[in-house]
């Protein structure tokens, strides 16, 4: 998964934190607090339909 195998990784470094994947570049299933990727969502449908609502932001946010 990208966020697990790049995006937490490549932010836990851009923000100088201290586990384990700032040095493998990889999610090491750490149990850390200070852990990054703690929380992900993955949505496959919408019931009922029109319930979840995306909004886009024109602005650099990171990754």
């Known amino acids: 998964l990208r966020i697990k ?3 937490a990784p490549t932010n836990a470094m851009r ?3 201290k586990t ?3 040095k493998s570049s990889y999610c090491e299933e750490c149990k850390g607090t200070n852990r990054i990727c703690n929380s992900w969502t993955i949505t496959e449908k919408s019931f ?3 319930r979840t609502k995306v909004v886009l932001i024109n602005e650099d946010l990171g990754l």
């Open 20 to 22: 384990p994947c700032t």
């Open 15 to 17: 923000l100088d934190m």
């Open 48 to 50: 009922p339909k029109g």
């Open 5 to 7: 195998n790049y995006a």
